[in-house]
Nanobody, 123 residues
Framework: QVQLVESGGGLVQAGGSLRLSCAASGRPISIYTMGWFRQAPGEEREFVGAITQSDSTKYADSVKGRFTISRDNAKNAVYLQMNSLTPEDTAVYYC?????????????????WGQGTQVTVSS
């Protein structure tokens, strides 16, 4: 079992930045591909990005060039640096873990999930 806890969400003005953290416990995240997803009100949960055990990353087109995922295996944590935020980035952001070394963009591939952290971007 892996427990994931996100933090770092909040209210930010358009153009601003936030850094989300995902702290893991139970097992080392080094054996998982770690993903970030988000869900806006009335919308389905969507893929934001992911990082593999070898630090390869993949991002959704909507965040490419603005968001960066990193991991610190020593701290058992994953981060999502979000820059140039827009109101369209407003959502609850979730951290997730999946076995294997390939990035998947579908939620059902990920077996462990955090509770989410709210990000609100004002215009």
């Amino acid at each position: 079992q892996v427990q994931l806890v996100e933090s770092g969400g909040g209210l930010v003005q358009a153009g601003g930045s936030l850094r989300l953290s995902c702290a893991a416990s139970g097992r080392p995240i080094s054996i998982y591909t770690m993903g970030w997803f988000r869900q806006a009100p009335g919308e389905e949960r969507e893929f934001v990005g992911a990082i593999t055990q070898s630090d390869s990353t993949k991002y959704a087109d909507s965040v490419k060039g603005r968001f960066t995922i990193s991991r610190d295996n020593a701290k058992n944590a994953v981060y999502l640096q979000m820059n140039s935020l827009t109101p369209e980035d407003t959502a609850v952001y979730y951290c997730a873990a999946k076995p294997g070394s390939t990035v998947k963009v579908t939620t059902y591939e990920y077996i462990y999930w955090g509770q989410g952290t709210q990000v609100t971007v004002s215009s």
